[in-house]
């Protein structure tokens, strides 16, 4: 069956008590919650079950999930999710300017806490700007954040804009860096100035996207953010994977989360205080 973990191998490490993986996705069913016509790629269904398998086998016990391009602005399917348990999931959707009061209170009565823009070029690249910063205006008095997807050469031009947000910002997949640049890299200088603001948060994850396997190269590259901002990293495994060029194994994610955090105070930081604070987890 899809997303059968029954076989798969346990990570050696051990995540602690309140983990929480901080960026996945549900998909699906398509039956059910169909895909948007406008999306630039159709995922295999990967519904909650599937997530929740993912989790059991992990040891997770709090998820973050994250509307992903191909439902579009139409949140269902991870406000679904949420619904099955409320007190440890917590979701970012996708919104445009249709979007009124009554929905923004629907979403943050289901569990919404941020909403997500996408820059990535594979992905439509840059949204209208005009409706990002509507949509920005709408939220920053609700407690809620903007995540946004980037990829490494477009940090530096979108600085400017980040450094002007209102409320805080979480930059996906470490800015997406080239890992084999190194952190000498000037993209990964301008992250690092970045997350030197109070409001920015970074997720460490994604390193099956900066980096080949075993994803070795992208190990200095997180340790560097957890070592600069510990109380405002997040990790995740984005979970299926979407557009990736290879089949990627969680339990090697979370074996790499001892080689970013050193010591169990940063891993409980990075994995239990720090989305917990974010994101209201109790």
């Given amino acids: 069956?899809?997303?059968?973990?029954?076989?798969?191998?346990?990570?050696?490490?051990?995540?602690?008590?309140?983990?929480?993986?901080?960026?996945?996705?549900?998909?699906?069913?398509?039956?059910?919650?169909?895909?948007?016509?406008?999306?630039?790629?159709?995922?295999?269904?990967?519904?909650?079950?599937?997530?929740?398998?993912?989790?059991?086998?992990?040891?997770?016990e709090r998820a973050v999930i994250v509307q992903a391009s191909c439902h579009g602005k139409d949140n269902r399917a991870?406000?679904?999710?949420?619904?099955?348990?409320?007190?440890?999931?917590?979701?970012?959707?996708?919104?445009?300017?249709?979007?009124?009061?009554?929905?923004?209170?629907?979403?943050?009565?289901?569990g919404i806490r941020g909403v997500r823009f996408n820059f990535v070029r594979h992905l439509g690249g840059a949204p209208d700007m005009d409706v990002f910063h509507q949509v920005i205006d709408r939220i920053k008095g609700m407690g809620w954040h903007v995540v946004l997807h980037m990829d490494g050469p477009d940090i530096i031009p979108l600085t400017d804009m980040m450094q002007q947000l209102p409320l805080p910002f979480v930059i996906d997949h470490m800015g997406r860096v080239d890992a084999a640049a190194g952190t000498g890299q000037p993209a990964f200088r301008a992250l690092l100035a970045l997350a030197r603001r109070e409001n920015c948060w970074i997720k460490v994850c994604g390193s099956e996207r900066i980096a080949p396997p075993p994803y070795a190269a992208a190990i200095p590259i997180a340790r560097a953010l957890v070592e600069a901002i510990p109380d405002r990293v997040l990790w995740g495994t984005d979970f299926p994977h979407p557009n990736l060029d290879h089949p990627a194994d969680e339990a090697d994610l979370v074996d790499l989360v001892p080689q970013f955090a050193l010591t169990p105070e940063a891993q409980r930081k990075l994995l239990v205080d720090n989305p917990a604070r974010l994101y209201g987890f109790v």
Avoid: Q, S
């Avoid at 993986?21 to 398509?30: E, K, R, S, Y």
């Fill in 78 to 110: 991870m406000l679904d999710a949420i619904a099955d348990r409320p007190d440890k999931r917590r979701g970012v959707a996708i919104v445009d300017a249709g979007f009124g009061d009554e929905d923004y209170a629907a979403l943050d009565r289901g």
């Fill in 1 to 60: 069956m899809p997303h059968d973990f029954t076989t798969r191998r346990k990570p050696r490490f051990k995540l602690p008590p309140g983990a929480c993986d901080a960026h996945n996705h549900v998909f699906g069913p398509a039956a059910k919650f169909p895909y948007a016509p406008e999306r630039r790629y159709t995922p295999a269904d990967a519904p909650k079950e599937a997530l929740a398998a993912l989790h059991a086998h992990l040891g997770v």
